[in-house]
């Protein structure tokens, strides 16, 4: 007897001993740790984004709506202030009843801080062990929390459906709102989801989760902390939704996840999870101007896409070519079927075909703005539609992808000459010039095949004259500097030192060139270009601080000069459509671009608080646009640029305002007949401002003295060149 009396008391010890050494310390009752998604914010204080594996972001007791703790205890825990984290009288009740029925699963009418002890440190099975785990967890809770702090941390940890963990995200996900302004009928509708997530979500079965809304608030009006009226109210309502889903990419999809490409190395060296540690990122962008960015490509590229769709004509054996580098032709192949065979089965679906000849034939768009004071990135679009397609990965125009530039690249051509001292009115001759390379000619051409005259290179960047800037490079420079300047300006890509580098044959991409334009906006300042401003974690410690780095690429001189030619190409060269067509009469400098063949079609501009940069083309290089017509670039990319430009600066919330580029004490202006090419007296009819370097100023004084066959002679006529197969076309005159 002695023996069975001792085992009586030794199992129960012996399991209880079990039972609380599993229970969670407490540190970890201290320090609870739930995920929490990192919320991206844009410059003006919208969330653009989260990442996280669950969507939960903590927010204190005072920022919920008081309808929700209401709620929430009218519903399942009268008893809440009262009892210290176990009601035993329900308790008791909900035991007999699983003992009297034998479940083995076990329910039991918990109270809001055993949830909680569940929902942090426990698992979701419904045994004896687990309850009673539950238990004592809900006591060391009790003793370690106010009960306010319980509430708190239920509510923020607790699932709510639809992805959504926590009310925070919760009020976000059903009603697009912070839960501190969620209603009366909201706040139940809510609180009503956590008895089933699935059978009660609104977005789903509404039906039933209006029945359980109007249960929650006879309950509310029962317990007295709602009257009748308002519960009365409540429940006539209608629901009225504002749901995102769980994946939902949010606003400016391409730069936020441009975003999250850039937070990898933070990640590693702070040893943070972007995932799970509830960040907070302070980012450049501002959501208006993302708007208006994406408004200005989708009012475009319709536009663009049908006039390529008249006009597209599928040659057979592209079609063909295309069909054989799809998964479903290979996989055929792989598993022996004969080429030919297995070309005519997929040609037979013919849906499927159509779908991957879609596909392959989408315009796509890159439009990404900077402040060129800063280097602060103000819009992101990359590419026409971040959810179309089928694959699921999306491809960025705006940095991931590098074409050529054609003529857009001309700038840094100029911008070396005029800071050798070359003046903007020097005259070249439009002729073709043959180039020797080895046993090959390169001769480029202008894209409308006609030459002229002596050329004043102000004329020729305005109307971008592909003789005249050839000549430029070989007879006063070499592709060596041109490059020294693109990349002191801010081209990062590789560039091929060749002489069609004048033409804009080396691959870019649009970031590179809209951070490039903006040193002309910015004084010859260069200034990197930055997305994330700092990160905060989720105590609002510090995390990182991003500076931005800036150094002088440009005399400002020669910079200005520059301003001034650029200006000439919206006042009357290939972009005066913006001033004459979009009504955008504000100072702004830019420059159009056409490859060759029509596969790409550019535009950048600048003010000097935007530098933008368009391009649009498609992702195969094998499809192109049809037509000067609708696919150079003053038709195809200039427009979405005049567009977004004039959006912003009518948004007067915005603080943006018509300013005039900086212009040094030492530039030189000097009246200049057109005529002549002479000083002139400034009330002559076709008399410009000129402006000059100091070392410009001379040179062309110089000039002036001289007999016009001694100007300025070839630095080295014998300068070599070398053959590039693919020089770009350009004809933005229309």
Known sequence: MAIAATVLLLVPGIYMFTITRSLPSLEELENPNPELASLVYSRDGKLLHKYFLKNRTYVPLDSISHYVPDALISTEDLAFYDHWGFDTRRFVLAMAGNLLTGRERWHGASTITQQLAKNLFLTQERTINRKIKEFFTAIELEKTYTKDEILALYLNTVYFGSG???????????????????????????????????????????????????????????????????????????????????????????????????????????????????????????????????????????????????????????????????????????????????????????????????????????????????????????????????????????????????????????????????????????????????????????????????????????????????????????????????????????????????????????????????????????????????????????VSEYKTRQYTAIDSTSNYVMVSMLQDVIRKGTGRAIPSRYGLNIEAGGKTGTTQNLKDAWFVGFTPQIAATVWTGFDDERIAFTSMSYGQGARAALPIWARFMKKCYTDTSLGLENRYFHMPENVIAVPVSRSSNKPAQLYDGDVYMEYFTPKGFKKYQAQLSQPEEETFLPADDNMPGSLYPSQPEEDDRF
């Open 164 to 542: 959504a963990y926590g009310i925070e995200a919760a009020a976000w996900t059903y009603f697009n709102k912070p839960a501190g302004k969620l209603n009366l009928q909201e706040s139940a509708t809510l609180v009503g989801i956590l008895k089933s997530p699935r059978a009660y979500d609104p977005s789903r079965n509404p039906d039933n989760s209006v029945g359980r809304r109007n249960l929650i608030l006879s309950l509310m009006k029962k317990e007295g902390v709602i009257t009748p009226q308002q519960a009365e109210k409540a429940m006539q309502s209608k629901l009225v939704l504002e749901y995102t889903p769980v994946t939902n990419h949010g606003d400016a999809p391409y730069f936020t996840e441009y975003i999250r490409q850039n937070l990898k190395p933070i990640s590693k060296s702070h040893d943070i999870n972007v995932y799970r540690d509830g960040l907070k990122i302070q980012t450049t962008l501002d959501s208006r101007m993302q708007q208006y960015a994406e408004d200005a490509v989708a009012e475009h590229i319709a536009w663009l896409q049908e006039r390529f769709d008249k006009s597209w004509k599928w040659p057979a054996d592209l079609k063909d070519q295309f069909l054989r580098e799809t998964p479903r032709y290979r996989e055929l192949v792989d598993k022996g079927v004969d080429k030919t065979q297995a070309l005519k089965e997929v040609k037979a679906d013919n849906a499927w075909v159509q779908q991957v000849l879609h596909e392959k034939t989408r315009v796509q768009v890159a439009l990404v703005a900077i402040e060129p004071s800063t280097g602060h990135i103000l819009a992101w679009v990359g590419g026409s539609d971040f959810d179309a397609g089928e694959y699921q990965y999306q491809f960025d125009h705006v940095w991931q992808a590098k074409r050529q530039p054609g003529s857009t690249f001309k700038p840094f051509v100029y911008t070396a000459a005029i800071d050798k001292g070359i003046p903007a009115n020097y005259e070249i001759l439009d002729q073709p010039l043959a180039i020797k390379s080895g046993d090959d000619i390169w001769m480029p051409r202008n894209s409308d095949q006609k030459s002229g005259g002596l050329t004043p290179l102000r004329t020729a960047l305005s109307n971008s004259v592909n003789q005249v800037t050839v000549r430029l490079l070989h007879e006063f420079l070499s592709p060596s500097e041109v490059i020294r300047y693109a990349k002191k300006m801010g081209i990062t890509s590789s560039l091929e030192p060749n002489m069609s580098i004048a033409l804009g044959t080396s691959e870019v991409s649009p970031l590179e060139l809209a951070s490039a334009f903006g040193t002309f906006a910015n004084n010859g300042i260069r200034v990197e270009p930055i997305a994330i401003t700092e990160i905060e974690d989720r105590f609002q410690h510090t």
